[in-house]
């Protein structure tokens, strides 16, 4: 059985989509934040970077969001929730899964804890927090732009643990000036995605039981 290591609405919840959408059996383990639990000498041998999540698949201990996400698609070929490895498909997925992790989720790491850039200083905090959220926000617009002609959904009507991932990076997002809803396709997207049964299951096991995004 799979073991999910998360925090409520932290970086385990696309994992935590796509075990549900998937229908596997799974524990989840809590890792307390307000302990600190994430920087235990306990925790620290499984994730050496003290960051949450982690999934433990038998033998397998595996840390990043992303990577489990892409894990978890591979082990469960037929949910569906990627295109077939090799095609032009495939790429896109790829594509898409590397800006949201790597581009989108780091401007909004920056934007939500500028101060670890710039130190205790409150005007070069304010200018750090700015320029994540400027560019938090032109990412954003690619995604609604690419969603226009493209969607409903990332991969068109198909839907694919990309889905999953906008869906958490988004509930982080909403306290931004522009935040993603305010775009009408992203809005168009995050309906459709929260309404499923496996996403409002994998919060509600979170404890969240409000809005999601
Ligand atoms: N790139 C990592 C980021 C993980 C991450 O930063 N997680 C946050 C919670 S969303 C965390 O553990 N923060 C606690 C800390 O930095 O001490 C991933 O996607 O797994």
Redesign the pocket.
């Known amino acids: 059985m799979y073991q999910l290591h998360y925090?409520p609405?932290?970086?385990?919840a696309a994992p935590h989509m796509v075990l549900e959408e998937t229908g596997q059996d799974y524990e989840l383990v809590l890792?307390d934040?307000a302990k600190?639990a994430?920087?235990s000498k306990e925790y620290l041998k499984i994730n050496p970077?003290?960051?949450?999540?982690v999934l433990v698949d038998g033998d397998l201990v595996l840390?990043?969001?992303?990577?489990?996400v892409l894990h978890l698609v591979d082990q469960h070929q037929e949910a569906g929730l990627a295109p077939k490895v090799g095609t032009p498909e495939r790429a896109k997925f790829y594509q898409w899964m590397a800006f949201l992790?790597n581009s989108l989720?780091?401007e909004l790491?920056i934007w939500q804890?500028p101060e670890r850039l710039s130190g205790t200083d409150a005007a070069a905090t304010a200018v750090v927090k700015q320029g994540a959220e400027k560019r938090a926000e032109a990412y954003l617009d690619v995604v609604e732009q690419h969603l226009k002609t493209n969607g409903p959904l990332f991969l068109g009507e198909t839907l694919s643990a990309t889905d999953f991932y906008l869906v958490m990076l988004a509930r982080?997002a909403r306290p931004m000036t522009n935040p993603p809803r305010s775009r009408p396709n992203i809005a168009k997207l995050l309906d459709m995605v929260t309404a499923l049964p496996s996403v409002r299951r994998a919060y509600e096991r979170e404890g969240v039981t409000s809005e999601i995004c």
Do not use: H
């Open positions: 925090f609405s932290n970086a385990n890792v934040r600190n994430q920087k970077n003290g960051r949450i999540p840390f990043e969001s992303a990577a489990i992790t989720q780091e790491m804890y982080w």
